[in-house]
């Protein structure tokens, strides 16, 4: 894109990020005076879909921070706009920057869901569960008129195979079709992501996610048909967010969750800029206390990528959230670890053609 690093606010209404800076592999975005003395109308910031034909779609990981080995991504970029996302350093691997093009350029892979059938049919292949959601959201707005991860969904459900979803997106509902006859299979697992029950805190740092009072009735609708929810207390902010812990977690009970998890606000590579910046803008007078909280969490530093070390920080405040959480779980019947999923029901369906067994 076209842009300077620094955009209007009048460019970016709904928008998380409040620059466009240039990525680790992106030619610099400088504005220069072009001679002419004409004044130009700020342009409104409109998202861009852009179609990536996948040639592979399972990503495999051996990090011992996260609790499944593979996952796959319907879309790259999140219109959510959550300012804190730590998947907005991928965009830059796309010549894109991790600011505004994060959320504003996209990418949807349509035939996702049929690389994802191949990847499954393969004689190679061993079942374990995918995780959707972990990178960008399979539930954002562009999910509405593409399908792409529904139709993955629908292949996960052919083949039986088990899958744990991440997502802020009200759009899941849509699909409780597949996932309540999944989750009587005990095949799938969902985690609902709560940062905040303040709605104006909400709106400016995920500008385009579903409301904390939306969310809720989410895990109140996936628990009541039958889905297990995990209520995701994650990032928790030290300074803007991290005094609702418990009330984030006694929320999520009622609604119905019955497991629960907490990760402390992580800022990896372009993040921490861009959360600087937004803190500058919408809490000035606690952006200090903020980032010095974190910095204390990781060895002074914006952020430890450590594994054991990047989750959840470490030290004292840290520790006390940590106990916090462990209390309020305790009190509220929230397990931390949710019952694994079957991997026995795992088959390949029948295709076109095939001979069938006499037997």
Same mark, same amino acid.
């Given at each position: 894109?076209?842009?300077?690093?620094?955009?209007?606010?009048?460019?970016?209404?709904?928008?998380?990020?409040?620059?466009?800076?240039?990525?680790?592999?992106?030619?610099?975005?400088?504005?220069?005076?072009?001679?002419?003395?004409?004044? &130009?109308?700020?342009?409104?910031?409109?998202?861009?879909?852009?179609?990536?034909?996948?040639?592979? *779609?399972?990503?495999?990981?051996?990090?011992?921070? *996260?609790?499944?080995?593979?996952?796959?991504?319907?879309?790259?970029?999140?219109?959510?706009?959550?300012?804190?996302?730590?998947?907005?350093?991928?965009?830059?691997?796309? !010549?894109?920057?991790?600011?505004?093009?994060?959320?504003?350029?996209?990418?949807?892979?349509?035939?996702?869901?049929?690389?994802?059938?191949? &990847?499954?049919?393969?004689?190679?292949?061993?079942?374990?569960?995918?995780?959707?959601?972990?990178?960008?959201?399979?539930?954002?707005?562009?999910?509405?008129? @593409?399908?792409? %991860?529904?139709?993955?969904?629908?292949?996960?459900?052919?083949?039986?195979?088990?899958?744990?979803?991440?997502?802020?997106?009200?759009?899941? &509902?849509?699909?409780?079709?597949?996932?309540?006859?999944?989750?009587?299979?005990?095949?799938?697992?969902?985690?609902?992501? *709560?940062?905040?029950?303040?709605?104006?805190?909400?709106?400016?740092? +995920?500008?385009? %996610?579903?409301?904390?009072?939306?969310?809720?009735?989410?895990i109140r609708r996936?628990?009541?048909?039958?889905?297990?929810?995990?209520?995701?207390?994650?990032?928790?902010?030290?300074?803007?967010?991290?005094?609702?812990? +418990?009330?984030?977690?006694?929320?999520?009970?009622?609604?119905g969750a019955t497991?629960?998890?907490?990760?402390?606000?992580r800022l990896p590579?372009?993040?921490?800029?861009?959360?600087? &910046?937004?803190?500058?803008? @919408?809490?000035?007078?606690?952006? $200090?206390?903020?980032?010095?909280? *974190?910095? +204390?969490? @990781?060895?002074?530093?914006?952020?430890?990528?450590?594994? !054991? @070390?990047?989750?959840?920080?470490?030290?004292?405040?840290?520790?006390?959230?940590?106990?916090?959480?462990?209390?309020?779980?305790?009190?509220?019947?929230?397990?931390?670890?949710?019952?694994?999923?079957?991997?026995?029901?795992? $088959?390949?369906?029948?295709? $076109?053609?095939?001979?069938?067994?006499?037997?």
């Amino acid at each position: 894109m076209d842009q300077s690093a620094d955009i209007s606010t009048q460019c970016r209404p709904g928008r998380g990020a409040v620059s466009n800076a240039s990525g680790r592999f992106d030619l610099a975005r400088v504005e220069v005076w072009d001679g002419w003395e004409i004044a &130009e109308e700020a342009r409104l910031l409109r998202t861009e879909l852009r179609i990536e034909h996948a040639r592979s *779609l399972i990503t495999y990981n051996r990090s011992p921070d *996260l609790p499944f080995d593979r996952s796959i991504n319907p879309y790259r970029g999140c219109e959510h706009g959550c300012v804190y996302c730590f998947a907005r350093p991928t965009h830059a691997y796309l !010549g894109l920057s991790p600011g505004l093009d994060f959320e504003s350029v996209l990418v949807a892979r349509p035939n996702a869901a049929d690389v994802l059938r191949r &990847e499954l049919s393969a004689r190679r292949y061993k079942v374990a569960t995918i995780a959707i959601g972990t990178n960008t959201d399979p539930y954002q707005p562009v999910e509405r008129d @593409h399908g792409i %991860a529904r139709a993955c969904l629908e292949a996960l459900a052919d083949f039986n195979h088990p899958v744990a979803i991440v997502t802020k997106g009200a759009l899941i &509902e849509r699909d409780l079709d597949i996932l309540a006859p999944m989750a009587a299979k005990g095949l799938v697992r969902v985690g609902i992501s *709560l940062t905040t029950l303040d709605t104006d805190l909400s709106r400016r740092m +995920e500008p385009r %996610a579903p409301s904390p009072a939306r969310r809720l009735k989410m895990i109140r609708r996936l628990a009541e048909s039958g889905v297990p929810v995990r209520v995701m207390t994650s990032p928790l902010v030290p300074g803007l967010s991290d005094h609702e812990l +418990e009330a984030l977690l006694a929320a999520g009970a009622e609604a119905g969750a019955t497991t629960a998890s907490w990760i402390m606000l992580r800022l990896p590579r372009e993040v921490s800029d861009l959360w600087q &910046e937004w803190l500058a803008e @919408h809490y000035p007078d606690r952006a $200090a206390r903020v980032m010095a909280r *974190l910095r +204390e969490m @990781h060895g002074g530093k914006d952020y430890d990528a450590r594994w !054991g @070390h990047r989750m959840q920080g470490q030290g004292p405040y840290a520790e006390m959230v940590a106990q916090r959480f462990k209390t309020a779980c305790r009190r509220l019947g929230l397990s931390q670890e949710a019952p694994p999923l079957r991997t026995d029901l795992f $088959a390949v369906p029948p295709q $076109a053609g095939d001979q069938l067994s006499l037997f």
